[in-house]
């Protein structure tokens, strides 16, 4: 199966503190994606890094790509109470035209 | 101005029965998906759909019949319902262009076949 791994699963921080999540994955990619689900809502889109990026920041996130490890990071700054979500990466796929995505890590911030 | 939409949003249903789900987007994209989410929030792609063609079917039974009337629909049809299509299935459109590749998502529809 090509679909990727994330690490942790599950989290849990306090408010303000840092956030972060790991994903790995196992074919070659053009770019790697994360999206973010609230509970019972869709998917959204939150970054994108291309194969050819090391690092990507967008506000309070920080996104890094390592493609000898087929290994990315999603890092959120100084985590809010609406962070809390379950955070997908999500890889995309040339030949097949799709995205595949990882299981997930559920993020929960405490206030 | 909901970018894209889906009905219904909960499904409930007797094993065996037919139902559609209906996806519309306003957004002018070519490129539309279904994909199915468990319960284990493990989300895998079913049919892709480019300007009404049939671009991906990923070995998803034929009880399932996808339907583009237009590029902004993409319906999805599903014969004799089983226990284990509960799930909640979520439709996306795509755009991408050399700056970035997005997908937007619907809100779901939660099936549950009793």
């Known amino acids: 199966s090509q679909q990727g791994e994330e690490d942790p699963q599950a989290l849990s921080i306090q408010e303000g503190e840092n956030a972060t999540m790991n994903c790995s994955y196992k074919t070659s990619i053009n770019n790697l994606q994360w999206y973010r689900q609230n509970s019972g809502r869709g998917l959204v889109h939150l970054i994108l890094i291309r194969s050819n990026e090391r690092e990507k920041h967008s506000g309070r996130l920080r996104v890094t790509l390592d493609t000898s490890k087929k290994s990315s990071s999603l890092l959120i700054t100084a985590s809010r109470a609406a962070d809390t979500a379950s955070y997908f990466c999500?890889?995309?796929?040339?030949?097949?035209?799709?995205?595949?995505f990882g299981q997930g890590t559920r993020l929960t911030i405490n206030p | 101005d909901t970018a894209v939409s889906q009905t219904p949003k909960y499904l409930v249903t007797q094993m065996g029965n037919d139902k559609s789900i209906k996806c519309e987007q306003n957004l002018g994209h070519d490129t539309m998906y279904w994909y199915k989410q468990d319960s284990k929030k493990f989300l895998k792609i079913m049919f892709s759909y480019n300007n009404k063609e049939l671009i991906i079917n990923e070995t998803v039974p034929n009880r399932f019949s996808p339907k583009s009337p237009d590029k902004a629909h993409l319906n999805l049809h599903i014969n004799s319902l089983e226990l284990g299509d509960s799930a909640v299935y979520f439709c996306?459109?795509?755009?991408?262009?050399?700056?970035?590749?997005?997908?937007?998502f619907g809100p779901g529809t939660r099936l549950t076949v009793l």
């Open positions: 999500a890889t995309f796929d040339q030949g097949a035209q799709k995205l595949v």
């Open positions: 996306a459109s795509r755009f991408s262009d050399r700056y970035t590749d997005t997908q937007y």
